[in-house]
């Protein structure tokens, strides 16, 4: 079965510099979710979007959008980078039902180091 | 809001033994959901199991099952028949209205040959 797509897998940069994150969610699904998973931490939410349209905000940098495009891909982008945003994140999607039912799989991650 | 409490950091379990692993929450929702996700070593977050609270039964997936305790806000998980490919971190999981995933701090499971 297709899983969640994510790229880059590792990603390098220097502080201040721009990052882009891609994220391919299952087929059909129609809700992504971004997370950021800290070293020794627990994944936090940052943002999602149901069709297109951002649904739910979490603790989300200003330095940092996202959007969700024609295609349900969706690109986290993150300016201004500070070692502190070194971190996994993920990508998640899910199919919300009518039941509401919100099964997210993630993706395998963007391991994103900043020097 | 909700929170997610994994009261233990580390556990070990010998091959082909069973373990369980704790997790409370406290909520003031009625309808919401509650996951367990293993991330090995590889750190992919990989969904271990499901249960509906609405659902009185509890959820079973081959070797995992959860006791699902409503009223006490309890969610264990337990893994019968351990396997080295066990050993990961474990996150207890909820979300409710909101939809967006609460962990929990993790337990870090290890499976002992």
């Known amino acids: 079965a297709a899983g969640v797509i994510q790229s880059p897998r590792h990603l390098i940069k220097e502080k201040r510099e721009t990052a882009t994150l891609k994220c391919y969610p299952i087929?059909?699904?129609?809700?992504v979710y971004w997370y950021q998973q800290g070293p020794g931490q627990d994944p936090q939410f940052l943002i999602s979007?149901?069709?297109?349209?951002?649904?739910d905000k979490g603790s989300i940098p200003d330095r940092f959008s996202a959007q969700q495009f024609s295609d349900y891909h969706s690109e986290l982008n993150m300016s201004s980078l500070e070692l502190g945003d070194s971190a996994l994140y993920f990508c998640?999607?899910?199919?919300?039902?009518?039941?509401?039912?919100?099964?997210?799989?993630f993706g395998p991650g963007t391991r994103l180091t900043v020097l | 809001a909700q929170t997610v409490t994994q009261s233990q950091p580390e556990m070990s379990v010998q091959e082909a033994e069973t373990v369980t692993l704790s997790c409370t929450y406290d909520?003031?929702?009625?309808?919401?959901?509650l996951f367990w996700y293993k991330q090995p070593p590889s750190r992919q977050m990989i969904l271990v199991i499901r249960?509906?609270?609405?659902?009185?039964q509890n959820a079973t997936e081959n070797r995992f099952s959860v006791n699902f305790q409503k009223a006490a806000k309890s969610f264990s998980l337990k893994i019968s028949d351990s396997q080295l490919g066990d050993t990961a971190m474990y996150f207890c999981?909820?979300?409710?209205?909101?939809?967006?995933?609460?962990f929990g701090s993790g337990t870090q499971l290890t499976v002992l040959p």
């Open positions: 909520t003031s929702e009625n309808n919401y959901y």
């Open positions: 249960q509906e609270a609405y659902k009185q």
């Open positions: 979007f149901y069709e297109k349209m951002q649904s």
């Open positions: 998640a999607s899910s199919l919300v039902g009518l039941a509401g039912e919100d099964t997210q799989y």
């Open positions: 999981a909820f979300i409710g209205s909101a939809r967006q995933l609460t």
């Open positions: 087929p059909r699904h129609d809700t």
